[in-house]
């Protein structure tokens, strides 16, 4: 699970500019990678800002893509959803839609591995315009449907139970100027009374943080601090008993197959000058490791360090085949850029890396764990054999109408069941 991706990429990568935005064309417009155009037009949709192309049965290997764009003055984003198959046919745009004024100085952030069910089938957001602050929005990417969960107050930072019953959420309030925490909350998928887990803000200062659930879907992984820096607890949904389990974290994934849980911590500040490596500022000189559990609340193993390298790794993600993990450098203003995937076997702690091309932004493996899928260069999504051979471009989406500039910044596999 992933936390900081969209406000790093959003902040970083688009020039420290607001959250990007334009506004979407009634059917899909953007061109595909190479050549191909999408084949499909919008469906109508209940919510008129919102449109939807039904992705049907999907057969073969397939990835989701999300594309992020920004109009001339624009102070939120224009989000669209492509399914693109990885044999190079034609992608499809399944959703696109505004984002709503962002409510909270340290608002939502969207993130693939959480957001969307274990079924691969839906999407659970909480940002689109015609609904932000009101609930979560569920969105059926197969059958191009969405309906909405209404909850106590605003929402944001949706996580699916690993069974796909029950969703869990930050709540807040916003009365003018003033911003509050709710606490940690869960809802039935179906609907229903929302139960608050935790009331209020989390102590320790800073915004809290969903990671995701455990792997018995018992407890949730939280953090306090804010993305990229947050302590991880995880607090039991049944009790609200809150257990801190590790310090400052640049990522947590959790599976249900043992080892369940691989986290990359942060450990104290280096030594190194104040300028830090090759001109990095001294936050980026850090040294961290990755750290493996059988089970969330089991002994941890370290089965990687790195040292003072003027970046850090980042956002682990279990291969859905093996023990592997992947992770990568993370770049942006004040990091030292590092083009390279990081792979680590978390039960022998064998590691290697694989060169990009460019900087990478996410990375996440495709339905079977024998290729890698990654953003770097805002401009296209990538495809490589595990083994790092044949890199290359999968989708390039061309800028959409009246934006002046755009992201590609999230890929996950997409595997509808």
Not at 58 to 70: C, E, F
Request: proline share 7%.
């Amino acid at each position: 699970m992933a936390m900081c991706r969209l406000s790093i990429v959003i902040a970083l990568l688009l020039s420290c500019t607001a959250t990007p935005v334009t506004v979407p064309s009634p059917s899909p417009t953007a061109t595909a990678s190479p050549i191909q155009l999408p084949s499909a037009t919008a469906s109508p949709s209940p919510r008129p800002d919102l449109t939807i192309v039904p992705a049907g049965e999907i057969r073969g290997d397939h990835a989701l893509v999300l594309q992020v764009s920004q109009q001339p003055g624009g102070v939120t984003g224009a989000m669209r959803f492509w399914d693109v198959p990885l044999d190079g046919t034609a992608p499809k745009q399944l959703l696109s839609y505004n984002q709503g004024e962002k409510l909270l100085t340290q608002g939502d952030t969207f993130d693939f591995s959480r957001q969307l069910s274990p079924d691969g089938r839906q999407l659970v957001l909480a940002d689109p315009v015609d609904m932000a602050g009101s609930g979560l929005l569920v969105v059926d990417l197969s059958a191009g449907t969405t309906r909405l969960i209404r909850t106590t107050g605003g929402a944001d930072r949706p996580a699916w139970r690993p069974d796909g019953r029950r969703i869990a959420y930050r709540g807040f309030t916003v009365a003018g100027p003033l911003q509050k925490e709710t606490g940690i909350w869960v809802v039935s998928a179906a609907g229903g009374t929302p139960q608050q887990v935790v009331a209020g803000a989390l102590s320790g200062g800073g915004a809290t943080w969903v990671y995701g659930w455990t792997e018995d879907g018992a407890g949730l992984a939280i953090g306090t601090g804010g993305a990229g820096v947050s302590d991880v607890s995880v607090v039991d949904v049944a009790t609200g008993t809150l257990t801190r389990i590790g310090g400052a974290a640049h990522g947590v994934a959790i599976r249900a197959k043992r080892p369940s849980v691989a986290i990359v911590f942060e450990d104290q500040p280096s030594a190194a000058p104040p300028t830090g490596i090759a001109g990095a500022p001294s936050s980026a000189a850090r040294v961290g490791h990755l750290e493996v559990r059988d089970t969330t609340f089991a002994a941890p193993r370290t089965v990687a360090r790195y040292g003072v390298e003027g970046t850090m790794l980042w956002d682990p993600r279990w291969n859905p085949s093996s023990n592997e993990i992947l992770m990568f450098w993370i770049c942006g203003e004040g990091v030292q850029e590092r083009d390279e995937l990081v792979v680590v076997d978390g039960v022998t702690g064998a590691r290697r890396a694989l060169a990009t091309s460019t900087c990478v932004r996410s990375a996440s493996w495709n339905a079977d764990g024998t290729k890698i899928l990654y953003t770097g260069d805002l401009e296209t999504a990538r495809l490589r054999n595990a083994d790092g051979s044949n890199d290359h471009v999968l989708f390039r989406p061309a800028m959409p109408p009246g934006a002046f500039q755009q992201a590609v910044i999230a890929v996950i596999a997409f595997v509808p069941r």
